[in-house]
């Protein structure tokens, strides 16, 4: 059998990735096609605990009062979890033929991580080659796309959604990372990524992101 087509979604946060995942899986779907939906952190043991890190419910305890986790120390537990992800749902889906959609994987790792390095850190160089090295071993996307969006259009959609604030929700982080999104693919040469504006119409959006899974899947357009 001829594995599936390993397609991810990324974005800063508000950029839509959540529900352009669940758009597309229900697009494939709807052609008969066999899909599984996904996300990181994962819905293992390790991405349940960095759920809870993200808003605020696990914190570390320090001289100075307590603290979320370093940015080592998440770099590491999202490689932990990816690992674990990796070998219990997506190739295991992969193998049987289904087309697994993810919305973030280790890009988010790279952009995320990198960005709040502490300052005077060569983020874009060492930090970025450092977290891409603990990753090295999670299979490659046949498919990334990245959607764009302004890092006020995101943090309008952040403030509407029902959900509590995380603790990469800051402005001006989500503007650093939106300039790191611009041109990611600069830390993942050999792979294929693709950017789709996202500031458009839910429907404009989830065509345009249809069109280039289809030509990954080798259809006629």
């Known amino acids: 059998m001829i594995d599936g087509l390993f397609i ?14 669940k758009q597309l899986k229900d697009s494939l779907a709807s052609r008969g096609l066999p899909v599984h939906q996904t996300r990181e952190p ?4 390790i991405g349940v605990m960095i759920r809870q890190i993200l808003t605020g419910r696990i914190v570390v305890p320090g001289l100075h009062g307590s603290r979320p986790p370093t940015w080592k120390t998440m770099a590491l537990l999202f ?8 070998e219990s749902e997506i190739e295991p889906n992969l193998r049987d033929g289904v087309t697994v959609i993810s919305d973030r994987y280790y890009h988010s790792s790279v952009a995320y991580q990198s960005a709040t390095a502490p300052e005077g850190a060569d983020r874009a160089g060492e930090v970025a080659r450092w977290v891409r090295e603990i990753n090295r071993y999670a299979r490659k996307p046949d498919l990334t796309i990245v ?23 800051d402005l001006e982080l ?18 294929r990524i693709v950017h ?26």
């Open 174 to 191: 989500q503007r650093e990372l939106t300039r790191f999104y611009s041109n990611i693919e600069r830390h993942f040469p050999d792979e």
């Open 147 to 169: 959607l764009d969006v302004s890092p006020e259009v995101a943090a309008k959609r952040r403030a509407e959604r029902s959900k509590g604030s995380e603790i990469y929700d």
């Open 42 to 45: 994962s819905d293992g043991p």
């Open 8 to 21: 991810v979604l990324e974005g800063v946060d508000g950029a839509g990735t959540t529900t352009h995942t």
């Open 196 to 221: 789709v504006d996202s500031s458009g119409s839910r429907e404009d959006v989830a065509a345009r992101i249809l069109h280039h899974v289809r030509e990954a899947r080798g259809e006629k357009i």
């Open 79 to 86: 490689a932990a979890d990816r690992a674990d992800h990796v």
